[in-house]
């Protein structure tokens, strides 16, 4: 620990310097130099904008990491908007939000709003010229040129090459070592893209290439899923690498196997995290995403491959019985500089019956620093929780300390019946407990049996929670023995356990639009009794009988 503060300090102490280099008025005059009169290829951008969003724009509506600003004249680092928001409105993603909206008004829109970021900031600035930011710009600026730029003047055209031109250069010097991890792979199709359509001198594609295996394998584990653990950064990665073969297609450009190879691996990777709504599972930071995005991002990666039962490396089963699906984090929390937005969520799981979510986790927030400590703690996933402390230490701002030391986990199958077993000792240094999880799920998808096995010392309260979905109803049957669902497609389902007291109550859920929703939980609460505490439970669904 000592040895990552050290390292964490000499860090910061780099950046500094580097600012203070990258503000001086010489190292603005090195990014100057020649730019192209006119772009060489211009890439397909296949990817779908918010139309809602898109007109919210045009009335001066700013709506970013749930947050939402409104301004007739923009300002670019707002003193009321967090990073989060700030990184995402210089990324200029939204160009396509606007592009949705079609016509003249949103391309003049779009060309006032890119002008106006040019003349405001030709210098180096550590927020708006930071890794995501940048590295998105980039790619958004060149991917919908056709919408804003191709019809624009020679005065506009000029400005925006001249831009893309020194950010691109600014960027192949930071790049890949001054970079946060979980932006390489963005910034691979920035430097591909500039130097393919800028037809630039610089060399940008070069200096990518030279990286692109390094930054595949320090992004991405062989079984395809993120070393971030955050189902999210998939969808993103993969995007990113799609549009980077698409255009060196295009550009008759030699196509690197390890591109091929990582795309084929990472598309099954995003479909094992898929409920049946088409909508990514909330593990580590992850958010459902819009499902027809995921299912355009899969048709255009042109692979075939299906998901997995178990991802070895990051650590996640998968049990698909019938038009049930569970999926179940069985793994530690990603590794540092991976663990942003890890959460300590060890052993805990969703499952969902056909398009219709039932046990999830409360998901995540972008506004990490407001919201990472509450909606990444153990009590906000479904598993045990032991005296409201969390399996794993959260750090201020996101990050991960303390975290298991040990990790077991098997899975046994029988007659289409899956019975998956996993136990932690992250609870060891505050309780000298262990637990452990069993996992049983019928060969029909419709009985969900589990046992959660505390073992350690008596007197320790703990709570074991089951997170429902906002469309589940629920209600306590007047013995108080067990809880009745009731999912929006009508279907009823029944959850009981023995020996604890069972209660219902208030829980969050965060949508793909960071909204936070109102939704219950299902907990069991008890008191640790002997050397071994065991809580079973069960979810069955309610047979209706035909009269």
């Not at 060489?40 to 296949?46: G, I, K, R, V």
């Not at 990472?266 to 709504?277: E, I």
């Not at 999926?327 to 219709?356: C, I, Q, R, Y």
């Amino acid at each position: 620990m000592a040895a990552e503060k050290r390292t964490g300090t000499l860090n910061k102490i780099k950046r500094s310097a580097l600012g203070f280099a990258f503000q001086s008025g010489l190292y603005n005059l090195s990014l100057g130099g020649s730019a192209p009169n006119n772009l060489l290829f211009t890439p397909c951008d296949s990817w779908h904008g918010d139309r809602s969003k898109g007109l919210e724009i045009l009335d001066g509506i700013y709506d970013f990491a749930g947050s939402n600003i409104q301004m007739q004249d923009p300002v670019w680092q707002p003193f009321d908007a967090d990073d989060h928001w700030i990184c995402e409105f210089n990324s200029f993603e939204w160009l396509r939000d606007l592009r949705s909206v079609g016509g003249d008004t949103a391309r003049k829109q779009a060309r006032f709003l890119l002008q106006n970021w040019i003349e405001k900031n030709q210098h180096w600035q550590a927020d708006l010229w930071s890794g995501k930011a940048l590295t998105k710009r980039i790619g958004a600026w060149l991917s919908l040129y056709d919408f804003y730029g191709s019809s624009a003047d020679d005065q506009f055209q000029k400005s925006i090459l001249n831009s893309l031109t020194r950010q691109a250069r600014h960027l192949s010097r930071i790049f890949p070592n001054q970079l946060p991890v979980d932006t390489l792979i963005s910034a691979l199709k920035a430097l591909i893209f500039a130097d393919i359509c800028l037809n630039s001198d610089d060399n940008f594609h070069q200096t990518a290439l030279v990286h692109f295996e390094q930054i595949i394998d320090q992004s991405i584990y062989p079984d395809g899923s993120p070393k971030s653990r955050n189902p999210a950064d998939l969808l993103w990665f993969l995007r990113d690498l799609i549009d980077i073969r698409a255009l060196l297609k295009m550009a008759d450009r030699e196509i690197p196997e390890a591109l091929h190879f990582a795309i084929d691996k990472m598309t099954p990777a995003l479909k094992f995290f898929l409920h049946g709504d088409g909508k990514l599972a909330h593990f580590n930071g992850g958010q459902e995403d819009q499902p027809d995005l995921i299912a355009t991002i899969i048709a255009h990666s042109d692979a075939r491959g299906t998901p997995l039962k178990d991802l070895p490396h990051s650590r996640y089963a998968r049990v698909q019985a019938g038009k049930s699906l569970l999926l179940a984090d069985v793994g530690f929390p990603a590794n540092p500089h991976h663990d942003l937005h890890a959460h300590a969520s060890t052993l805990s799981f969703e499952f969902s019956k056909g398009k219709e979510r039932l046990i999830v986790n409360c998901g995540s927030h972008k506004q990490l620093d407001k919201w990472h400590q509450a909606l990444g703690s153990t009590a906000a996933h479904s598993t045990v929780c032991l005296a409201d402390v969390n399996s794993s230490q959260l750090l201020a701002g996101g990050g991960i300390s303390r975290h298991p030391e040990t990790i077991s986990y098997d899975r046994f199958e029988q007659e289409g019946a899956t019975l998956l077993q996993a136990s932690h000792d992250g609870y060891q240094p505050n309780f000298a407990t262990d637990h452990a999880r069993q996992l049983f799920l019928s060969a029909d998808g419709e009985d969900l049996r589990g046992e959660d096995a505390l073992i350690g010392p008596s007197n320790i309260d703990f709570a074991v929670r089951f997170h429902l979905h906002p469309a589940v109803g629920a209600s306590l049957t007047q013995d108080g023995q067990a809880i009745l669902l009731k999912m929006p497609s009508g279907e009823g389902w029944r959850f009981k356990t023995k020996g604890f007291t069972l209660e219902l109550e208030e829980s969050i859920y965060i949508d793909p639009a960071d909204t936070i929703r109102q939704s219950q939980q299902i907990v069991i609460r008890g008191t640790t009794r002997s050397s071994k505490t065991i809580c079973k439970w069960s979810l069955k669904r309610e047979k209706i009988e035909k009269k």
